[in-house]
């Protein structure tokens, strides 16, 4: 792959965000994946999927939700996460 066909790919890649909700506690509620146009949201559980109009549509379905932009988020070494936290991939 070439650098022009990865910097392609990275302006066109969906931004990923969390729905996190703070009441009780902090906690991730669904994952999401915004695309120019629309946005899937799928719930901790993976019982729920979604297919939106865009991020904010699901934020009235989870109690005292809101959106964070894992763009936003400082990288962690998966070293460094407890194993629960661990995914393959």
């Known amino acids: 792959m070439t650098d022009e066909e990865r910097e392609w790919v990275a ?3 969906p931004r990923m965000f969390a729905v996190v909700e703070r009441d ?10 915004a695309f120019e146009d629309s946005a899937q949201v799928v719930s901790e559980d993976g019982t729920v999927r979604m297919n939106l ?15 964070m932009w894992l763009d936003d988020v ?11 936290q661990v995914r393959p991939g």
């Open 74 to 84: 400082p990288h962690v070494p998966a070293a460094c996460l407890p194993d629960h």
């Open 11 to 13: 302006e066109e890649a």
């Open 24 to 33: 009780p506690e902090f906690q991730v509620a669904a994952w999401g994946l």
């Open 53 to 67: 109009q865009g991020p904010e549509s699901c934020l009235h379905l989870f109690r005292g939700s809101e959106l």
